[in-house]
């Protein structure tokens, strides 16, 4: 990688400030850097981390110069194979995500069509039924934990049930994947045991098709293969369900700490739809996602990019750009504009934006409808993120309430 502006060292993709003030760190990067700055990851492997709004644009909507196809990247010879991102920015993985091209419209075409085939009232359903069921078990106590408690058990409890997956199965596959999330002893049999459930899955629906995900997926015409959908099935599962559970724990400590939203949390219901829109804005999930690979020797934002270098999503960053948030201290309203769900062929597909949307919502208005006088339990200042540069959320959201009867 050359740089054509006055060399700056790169920045470390780690460290603590990623958590505790990334708007401060993306503000100094820019000023240092400018729209795309040179960043290493673990074992100082080089990446550009792409931090303005109109250069993220340039990316995002050019997938044939910016590809999203890993075999590309001029870094893989000095990977080594217990490389800690190797399970984020993978090489010749066959779902989804790596594919490129006609076969990947018609992927997303195979994947959007089947997320679309869900009704929306029954998913808010499914949605409160799970709610109400994971609020039973703690409303009688008058305190809880909603990140541990609640925000990491309910989307992918729902989203299993969308799938296809019989309820009974539903508390192991929300183990096995937050085993995965957590990154340490049990994470590979996480990843085994969901794979496993995926083939257990579309075997049983081969053999006796459902109204539900899988079976729209396997009768797909795209010719695309029972190993191929369940590639795409735990992508679906593990894109889907970390980032709506931090995007309800986010968007539920904004009200609980902020006064713009306090008068809310006993009354008007619109104001949840704000805080989730300005979550996306200013806390989102996704801070900085990986990646895409230049497939031939270009410029972005004054920098020299060399064909197979790495570019990150600085989705956070270009989402706090000064050039479009020109009052930073302005609540952002209906305006969806923000890079959060990614933009061009690649983005989150839209009907899954609508299905993490309405479990999000609907997860934390059941909070807000059954324990209306939650409050944190300790002082906002002392709440702290899971230490990484890529997902941002809550390590733990203590409150507490007025205990009430179960439903
Ligand atoms: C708050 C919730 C969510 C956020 C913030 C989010 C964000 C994103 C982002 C930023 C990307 C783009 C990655 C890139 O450009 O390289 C993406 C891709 C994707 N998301 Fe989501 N997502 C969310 C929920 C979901 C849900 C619920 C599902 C499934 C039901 C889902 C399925 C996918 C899939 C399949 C892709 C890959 C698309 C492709 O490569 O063509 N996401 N998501």
Not at 275 to 281: R, S
Not at 394 to 402: I, N
């Amino acid at each position: 990688m050359t740089t054509d502006t006055p060399s700056t060292a790169p920045t470390p993709l780690s460290g603590p400030r990623f958590q505790t003030d990334p708007t401060q760190l993306y503000r100094e990067m820019r000023r240092e850097h400018g729209a795309v700055a040179p960043v290493l990851l673990d074992g100082d492997v080089p990446a550009w981390l792409v931090l303005d709004y109109r250069e993220l644009h340039q990316v995002t909507a050019d997938p044939v110069l910016f590809s999203r196809d890993s075999d590309l990247w001029n870094q893989w010879d000095r990977i080594p194979d217990d490389w800690p991102m190797l399970p984020m920015i993978g090489r010749k993985q066959p779902s989804i995500l790596y594919t490129v091209g006609q076969r990947h419209r018609e992927r997303a075409a195979m994947i959007g069509d089947a997320l679309e085939s869900v009704d929306p009232f029954e998913l808010r359903r499914i949605a409160e039924q799970f709610a109400d069921e994971l609020i039973n078990s703690f409303c009688g106590k008058g305190d809880t934990e909603i990140i541990g408690q609640y925000a990491m058990l309910l989307p992918v409890r729902v989203l299993a049930r969308l799938y296809g997956f019989p309820d009974d199965e539903g508390p192991a596959l929300v183990k096995a994947m937050n085993d995965m999330i957590d990154g340490r002893e049990l994470a590979l049999a996480g990843q085994q045991y969901l794979g496993q459930s995926m083939m257990s899955l579309l075997a049983a629906r081969q053999a006796s098709p459902a109204e539900d995900v899988a079976s729209h997926m396997l009768g797909n015409e795209a010719g695309f293969t029972v190993e191929e959908i369940a590639q795409d099935l735990m992508v679906m599962m593990a894109a889907g369900h970390q980032p709506t559970a931090d995007w309800i724990g986010n968007s539920l400590r904004l009200m609980l700490t902020d006064d713009r939203f306090a008068a809310s949390l006993s009354g008007g219901r619109h104001s949840v739809a704000e805080a989730m829109n300005e979550v996306l804005w200013e806390d989102t999930p996704t801070q900085n996602v990986a990646g895409r690979w230049a497939s031939r020797d270009t410029h972005l934002g004054g920098r020299h990019i060399q064909s197979g270098d790495m570019l990150l999503l600085g989705i956070a960053a270009a989402n706090s750009d000064p050039q479009v948030r020109t009052d930073g201290s302005a609540l952002t309203g209906g305006n969806n504009a923000f890079f959060s769900f990614g933009h061009g062929e690649h983005r989150c597909p839209f009907p899954a934006q609508e299905i993490a949307e309405v479990i999000a919502r609907t997860g934390i208005e059941v909070i807000l409808d059954r324990l209306p006088d939650v409050d944190l339990a300790t002082p906002g200042e002392s709440l702290t993120r899971r230490p990484s540069p890529w997902l941002r959320g809550l390590s733990t959201l203590p409150v507490t309430f007025t205990p009430v009867s179960a439903l």
